[in-house]
């Protein structure tokens, strides 16, 4: 089982602040994701990697950037907050080519708000 | 169109009791993985059971089971003994390719569970 870590896990900000939400695993999963997920809504990926120096967009347009110098590590920055960038970000790590469920681990999320 | 639906916005069950909920997927890719996801009102994700669409039977783990109906493309997630602790969101997703391959989960926008006394 993956130990996923994220830190703030709240987070109230205001609007032009530039923010970090940081992401671990401690498991050498090749495979990181970020979610964007508004209060009883589905999840959005937002960014992935598949592996150091890979980056990929997701499916939701998100003005966020995200890094991957290790592997271990997946930061997802906010260059200037806004209102609208109130959420949930979940991230999630998974294994390349070792299982075939390819299941993904989730940490415990950062609740952002932007005032 | 939408690749997972889940149709039920909100379930109602009494403790001990099984319930099922319900998920369609679309796909046209022959080799797929559908997952359930459960989600507390803490925030975290919790993986609950998979289905890889090659597989021959369906799925269980523990008191959770996978109702995999290739032909109607539902895999519907039953839920047996229902306890307090079961109440949650739940979240079914689904993988399109093979999971050695690069691929990722699109969800669904989910089913509340309530289970009552």
């Known amino acids: 089982e993956a130990d996923i870590y994220q830190t703030p896990r709240y987070l109230v900000i205001g609007t032009g602040k530039k923010i970090t939400l940081e992401c671990s695993q401690t498991m050498g999963h090749d495979k990181m994701y970020w979610y964007q997920q508004d209060p009883g809504m589905e999840l959005h990926l937002i960014h992935y990697s598949y592996g150091v120096n890979s980056t990929e967009k997701g499916d939701l347009s998100s003005e966020s950037t995200v890094s991957r110098i290790r592997t271990e590590h997946f930061p997802l920055t906010l260059e200037s907050a806004r209102p609208s960038h109130t959420s949930q970000y979940l991230c999630a790590s998974s294994e390349q080519g070792r299982s075939r469920r390819d299941e993904q681990y989730f940490g415990p999320g950062t609740r952002l708000t932007v005032t | 169109a939408q690749k997972i639906t889940q149709t039920q916005p909100g379930m109602f069950v009494q403790e001990k009791e099984a319930v099922t909920l319900d998920c369609t997927y679309d796909t046209s890719d022959p080799s797929y993985g559908l997952f359930w996801y459960k989600q507390p009102s803490s925030g975290e994700m919790i993986f609950l059971i998979y289905?890889?669409?090659?597989?021959?039977q369906n799925a269980t783990e523990g008191r959770y089971s996978l109702n995999f109906q290739k032909a109607r493309k539902s895999a519907n997630l039953v839920i047996s003994a229902s306890q307090l602790g079961d109440s949650a969101m739940y979240f079914c997703?689904?993988?399109?390719?093979?999971?050695?391959?690069?691929?990722?989960?699109?969800f669904g926008k989910g089913t509340m569970l309530l289970v009552s006394p």
């Open positions: 997703a689904m993988r399109e390719g093979p999971g050695s391959g690069y691929s990722t989960l699109t």
């Open positions: 289905q890889g669409s090659y597989d021959q």
